[in-house]
């Protein structure tokens, strides 16, 4: 079981919309049962918040449901117990690494980093552009899901 965690800023935009859209491509892929996927926040702002109608609203239109998401922030033993730490932007791998108390496992990646031109994804909530951070969701989403497929991380 390789276990995935994604991290936003707030975690009611980016990191539940990739939550839920690499659970829902495993599934499709019938490889759902080799992960488990969760998503969390490097800031405290939005704790308890349900996901961002907009972004709600998004993963319903790809007919997926995240009800009952809240938001949570992101701790330190969420390293020992993920084998896979994703950020949205660099800015975000670096405070994950503070949080974290670094990366020796190599853990903490950026979610475009399989890009042909790995960037950021940017905030949405900000943006009001939440197709082009769906798009890239989406991508990052598939690029890792074929990066990991068939490969067994120790648990």
Same mark, same amino acid.
């Given at each position: ?28 892929? $019938?490889?759902? =049962? ?25 993963? @319903? ?20 117990? @993920? ?5 949205? /932007?660099?800015? *975000? ?7 974290? $108390?670094?990366?020796?496992? $190599? ?5 475009? /980093? *399989?890009?042909? *031109?790995? *960037? ?5 909530? @900000? ?14 989403? =598939? ?6 497929? $068939? /490969?067994?991380?120790? /648990?």
């Amino acid at each position: 079981m390789i276990k995935i965690l994604f991290v936003c800023l707030g975690n009611i935009c980016r990191s539940p919309m990739a939550e839920f859209i690499f659970r829902d491509m495993a599934e499709k892929r $019938g490889l759902g =049962g080799q992960f488990t996927v969760a998503s969390a926040a490097i800031s405290s702002e939005e704790l308890g918040n349900p996901v961002y109608p907009p972004a709600k609203r998004k993963l @319903y239109s790809l007919g997926i449901d995240c009800s009952g998401k809240r938001a949570r922030q992101m701790r330190r033993e969420d390293y020992r117990e @993920y084998d896979l730490l994703l950020g949205m /932007e660099q800015r *975000h791998l670096n405070q994950m690494r503070r949080i974290c $108390g670094g990366d020796p496992e $190599g853990k903490i990646h950026l979610m475009l /980093e *399989h890009s042909p *031109h790995p *960037h950021d994804i940017d905030d949405p909530w @900000y943006t009001d552009d939440f197709d082009t951070a769906c798009a890239e969701i989406q991508e990052g989403c =598939g690029q890792w899901l074929d990066a990991l497929a $068939g /490969e067994t991380l120790p /648990e």
